[in-house]
């Protein structure tokens, strides 16, 4: 009796084990990301940054000084040590610097020594050789190094912002800092707009923040956003505006902002301590989409060019149907100017001999004397 209560007892726990095994199943990925990140932070320092390949992770941690330490793991989390190499493009001010990343066999990881980071993004792109095969990918650091990408990182997870909340114009929210910025671009003519929110995320001026952008897609940006300017029903600060080269959503997408003194850095979807995924079947940033803002842009350049119009009566502004027949009541063609030279011709000409015989007088007698006498009288 008590070996079939002990079978029983046994068999329940078997029943209950059998879902619990199931769950597990589940959020094994993340489990393994997680113990990657943990594994790489044990190796190359806390705050370390691990971008997933499909063939493994790869953890990088770029000090503010441009020492880099980076791991290898397999897809079984396990660290490669061995016919690993790599290298590293430094793009900074300066302009491109090549580094080698070699294995220091008595840490166990790859190091390099780079240039110290200054910019408030520093793009480094990398290329590992791992057991013969290229892993190659894109980072855009701050001035404080991954460490800092990942302190920002874990400070935006405590605010709490809604998953998948929209700002007022549309776009993604992303918390940088202290500030919350609303992200969108306009999907045909690559124009980037950042706006500054208020805690209950209204517009406010931009002030004096300086925003730049490192974008991964089909190949690295950074671009450094301007202050709008002042047009018609649009405030000079309103929002910060750029130009990106997009033929998709990027995979990507790194924010810097500057502001009194203060800068700060978020990474569009990443979370401290888990691994940033950059194969091909990776989520993208969604920050593309279809705007107004052309349309908005030819009806204030038109109400710009009335406004002259109505102060200079040179000025004359058509629209509709009546512009056309009015364009080509106002067409004047001027002809060309052209000026023909006649070809040098030299005739000579010679003048006819002309010979005139002289008149031949004979006066008779009478009438000389008649001449004498009327010259005698008087």
């Given at each position: 009796m008590k070996i079939t209560k002990l079978s029983g007892v046994f068999a329940l726990l078997l029943i209950a084990a059998a879902p619990a095994c199931g769950k597990d199943e589940q959020p094994a990925e993340a489990t393994a990301t997680v113990e990657a990140t943990a594994t790489a932070e044990s190796t190359i320092g806390e705050g370390a940054y691990v971008e997933e390949h499909e063939s493994g992770k790869a953890a990088f941690n770029v000090a503010a000084d441009g020492?880099?330490?980076?791991?290898?793991?397999?897809?079984?989390?396990?660290?490669?040590?061995?016919?690993?190499?790599?290298?590293?493009?430094?793009?900074?001010?300066?302009?491109?610097?090549?580094?080698?990343?070699?294995?220091?066999?008595?840490?166990?990881?790859?190091?390099?020594?780079?240039?110290?980071?200054?910019?408030?993004?520093?793009?480094?792109?990398?290329?590992?050789?791992?057991?013969?095969?290229?892993?190659?990918?894109?980072?855009?650091?701050?001035?404080?190094?991954?460490?800092?990408?990942?302190?920002?990182?874990?400070?935006?997870?405590?605010?709490g912002l809604p998953e998948g909340k929209l700002g007022p114009h549309g776009g993604r929210i992303e918390i940088v800092g202290d500030d919350r910025l609303e992200l969108l671009v306009d999907e045909v003519s690559g124009e980037v707009r950042v706006f500054a929110l208020d805690a209950d995320l209204k517009p406010i001026d931009i002030g004096e923040r300086k925003v730049t952008l490192g974008v991964v897609a089909e190949a690295p940006q950074v671009v450094v956003l301007a202050p709008v300017a002042a047009t018609a029903?649009?405030?000079?600060?309103?929002?910060?505006?750029?130009?990106?080269?997009?033929?998709?959503?990027?995979?990507?997408?790194?924010i810097a902002v500057r502001n009194a003194g203060r800068s700060a850095v978020a990474l569009c979807g990443y979370r401290a301590g888990a691994a940033f995924a950059v194969h091909a079947r990776a989520p993208r940033v969604k920050v593309r989409m279809k705007t107004d803002w052309h349309a908005h842009a030819h009806a204030?350049?038109?109400?710009?060019?009335?406004?002259?119009?109505?102060?200079?009566?040179?000025?004359?502004?058509?629209?509709?149907?009546?512009?056309?027949?009015?364009?080509?009541?106002?067409?004047?063609?001027?002809?060309?100017?052209?000026?023909?030279?006649?070809?040098?011709?030299?005739?000579?000409?010679?003048?006819p001999s002309i010979s005139i015989p002289k008149p031949s007088f004979k006066a008779s007698a009478s009438a000389r004397a008649s001449a004498g006498a009327k010259v005698g009288t008087h």
């Open positions: 020492n880099v330490k980076a791991a290898v793991t397999g897809p079984d989390g396990k660290p490669i040590r061995e016919d690993v190499s790599g290298t590293l493009l430094w793009k900074d001010a300066s302009g491109e610097k090549s580094v080698p990343l070699t294995f220091d066999a008595k840490a166990g990881v790859l190091v390099a020594a780079g240039p110290k980071l200054d910019a408030d993004l520093t793009e480094i792109g990398y290329t590992l050789s791992v057991a013969g095969k290229p892993w190659s990918g894109t980072l855009h650091v701050p001035a404080g190094g991954t460490a800092e990408l990942y302190a920002n990182a874990k400070g935006a997870a405590d605010l029903g649009v405030a000079a600060g309103a929002y910060l505006t750029g130009k990106l080269a997009l033929a998709a959503d990027p995979l990507k997408v790194t204030h350049a038109h109400a710009d060019l009335k406004a002259k119009a109505d102060l200079d009566p040179k000025v004359h502004v058509h629209t509709g149907a009546g512009a056309k027949a009015n364009a080509k009541a106002h067409v004047n063609v001027k002809a060309p100017s052209i000026r023909v030279t006649p070809p040098s011709v030299n005739v000579k000409i010679k003048a």
